[in-house]
Every structure is written in C-alpha cells, then in structure tokens.
C-alpha cells in the first residue's frame, strides 16, 4: 500500500474529525531495519567477570520508524513535522518518539524546528566518518571522536538532546549553517528531581541554569567537502563544569583514478577540553579516512589516535575513555565493505579494533561492550539494512 495513504489511514484513527484536512498534507512512513552478527573480543573488568573473552552478538543498529509530513501555509512557508522511533529489531519494542522528533516551520529563509534530535556537531560526521555503513554500529567511528558512547550528563558531545530550539539556514553557494539550542529543562523526565540528568534535563539543571549550545558551518561544492562545528556544555556535568568540543573536518573526492576504481579522501582534527575541580582535562583528536569505490560496492579505511589526556587536572582525572596522564592513548582501526543490492537494500562487513594504552578506557559507540583499562577491543561484523 502506498506510504502516504497508509500514513494518513493512521491519523484517521487518532484524530477522525481532522481526516479532511490531513488528506491535504504530505505524510510518509519510512523507516530502516539495520541488523548485524558480531563476533567480538575485548580484555573484561574484574566486575564483569576478567578475562578476555570472544562474544558472538545479533545486534539492531539506529533501526528506526517514522512518520514525517510538511503543510503549505502559502507564500512559500511550510509547516514541517517529525516522529520517529527507535526499534530493537534483535529483541523487539523500543522507544516512541525516541529519535528526531520535532515540528516547525520551513521557508526560503531556513528551517525553525522545537524537540528532540542531535546536535549540529553530527553533520560534520558524514564528511570524514563510515557513511558507507551509515556511520552506526560498532564500526561507527564516533568511539573516539567526541566521546560518542557517553551521555551528555556524563560529558559527552554530539548526543541526541530533548527539549531543543534549532535553526537549519537555506545553502548560500555551496555553505549551510545550523545553530541548536538545548534547555536542559526537568519538562518530559519521568524523575523531574533526579540528580544526574542524562540527554534531557532535569530540576538540578534547571536550578544551575544548565544550557547546551551547538554549531556548524559546512561547506558543499562539487568534489569538495568541509565543515567546522563546536559544542558547548555549560554547568552540564556539575554546576562548575563548562565542557567544550570543536572539531574541523574536509573531503576531496577524487573521482575515477584508474579503472574501476575511485578515491574520496577525508580528514578531521577535534580539540576537547573538560572542566575538572583541580583544573582543565585537554584531549586532542585526528583521523584520516578513505572511500574507494570497488566492485559496485565501497571500501572504506579509517585510523583515528585520541591523544593522552593533559591540562592542569591530577593525574587519573577521568571522564569517559579519556584519562589524564601518560598511557592514556587510543588509536582505531577499521576496514569494511558495503554493496548495494538494490536502492533499498545493503550488504555490509567489516573489522575495527580500538588501541587503548594502559589506562585508556576507550570502546565502540553503538552497542558498547565493557571493557577494562589498557584493553584493545576489535570486532568484526557481518550486516544487512533495508529501507522502507
């Protein structure tokens, strides 16, 4: 049945008096299913039993489904919405409304949306991570780059936030902008008076006036590819803790370079800073990043090195995989393949192991595995995703 009927046969059911008018709008079903098998190794804590073991995982990867729909108001202004939900396509049911979730109103003058969705730094992404394999699971390369596998409560960046205010700008000759907002208010939390808010808020960041604040610019032009985006946490991890995050990214696509073969080239730098009770926990990132084009399908390389924690902080401060002091590195590894058996459908494999040194404690970002300090966790994947 057509997406569109079946989408407003659904709003008619909630809403029956509005059917006439909801014919007059665009709606759509869409939605993916991203499943995987993993065959995983990584150094165990003490707490979860030592030891180093191998793990065989079926795990589901940004499954999601949605309905989204835009209004015409006339004189070019739209009214735009979104409700999409997370699926647990290995075990089943999820979360309503858990993933963007928003409405607005869209012109030549840009976009305004209200909700929930990721911060501006997760455009840049794209450009220089595995867009092959729709930067997720544990080939996502995010373990590193921004802390990815944290909450914001707990300092992460790049995290999908509640209770936002986002403007997306139209493309001016190539450069887009986007600038976010988030609250950081208790509206919508379960436990209102909880005293560590994770990517919502809660009543302790409200009385702290906790705020997030995001942006980008990026630039897409031809062959060309480049962004520059920065996150700022304020009074989020504490009422003393202002975190923030910038990171510069750019691509070169280099088209055919031989027969069958072609070449996209990108590179990131990211410059994280914590702020600690004895002083500034420093991090600093890069990577380097290869799409290759090879049998109908594409390859994909990537290496990223977390640099060792620094700044005036004690030695052993820790947030996350980052650490302060000597033995603190990270570096990733990771080669995958994914072919499109038809626009709908994709075949994916590939292999990634994360470095940590002695007391690093770094490990994937989607359907994170536990792991010790100094433990060199690896994986290797086998995948399908269908889009609906």
């Known amino acids: 049945m057509n997406k569109k009927l079946v989408a407003l046969a659904v709003a008619g059911a909630f809403a029956l008096p ?56 006339g004189g070019g202004l739209n009214a735009i919405f979104q409700i999409e939900s ?154 003393n803790f202002n975190d923030t995050d910038w990171t510069v990214t750019g691509a070169y696509d280099f088209g055919t370079i031989m027969a069958g073969f072609g070449l996209r080239l990108a590179l990131a730098y990211e410059r994280t800073k914590y702020e600690t009770p004895t002083g500034d926990l420093k991090r600093d990132f890069w990577a380097v990043s290869g799409t290759i084009p090879v049998g109908g399908g594409k390859v994909y390389l990537f290496y990223g090195r977390a640099g060792e924690g620094k700044g005036g902080a004690a030695d052993g401060t820790t947030i996350g995989g980052l650490v302060r002091g000597g033995d603190s590195k990270s570096q990733m590894w990771e080669a995958t393949y994914s072919y499109s058996l038809s626009p709908r459908t994709l075949l994916y494999t590939g292999y990634v192991r994360i470095n940590n040194d002695a007391r690093a404690i770094y490990t994937f970002n989607i359907n994170g595995y536990s792991i010790a300090p100094g433990a060199k966790p690896s994986g290797l994947v086998f995948g399908i995703v269908h889009f609906f």
Do not use: C
Not at 58 to 68: A, E, K, L, Q
């Open 18 to 73: 509005l059917a006439a008018e909801a014919q007059t709008a665009n709606v759509t079903l869409y939605g993916r299913l991203n499943m995987d098998l993993e065959f995983i190794k990584g150094q165990q804590t003490v707490a979860n039993g030592g030891g180093n073991p191998t793990v065989n995982r079926v795990s589901s990867n940004s499954s999601r489904f949605g309905m989204r729909g835009t209004e015409s108001l």
């Open 86 to 239: 997370a699926i647990s396509g290995d075990t089943g049911g999820n979360t309503l409304a858990g993933r963007e979730t928003f409405v607005g109103l869209q012109g030549s003058w840009g976009k305004f949306t209200m909700g929930k969705f990721l911060m501006p730094m997760d455009d840049l992404h794209p450009i220089f991570g595995n867009a092959p394999t729709l930067t997720t699971s544990i080939l996502a390369t995010a373990a590193l780059w921004a802390q990815g596998p944290l909450s914001k409560g707990a300092g992460g960046f790049d995290a999908r936030l509640g209770n936002n205010l986002r403007y997306d700008s139209p493309n001016f000759s190539g450069f887009t902008t986007a600038w976010q907002y988030s609250t950081r208010d208790s509206s919508g939390v379960p436990d209102a008076n909880a005293s560590v808010a994770g990517d919502s808020g809660d009543h302790t960041s409200e009385l702290r006036h906790a705020y997030v604040l995001g942006g980008n610019l990026i630039y897409a032009n031809g062959p060309w590819q480049a962004g520059v985006g920065f996150e700022r946490n304020q009074k989020v991890r504490g009422p």
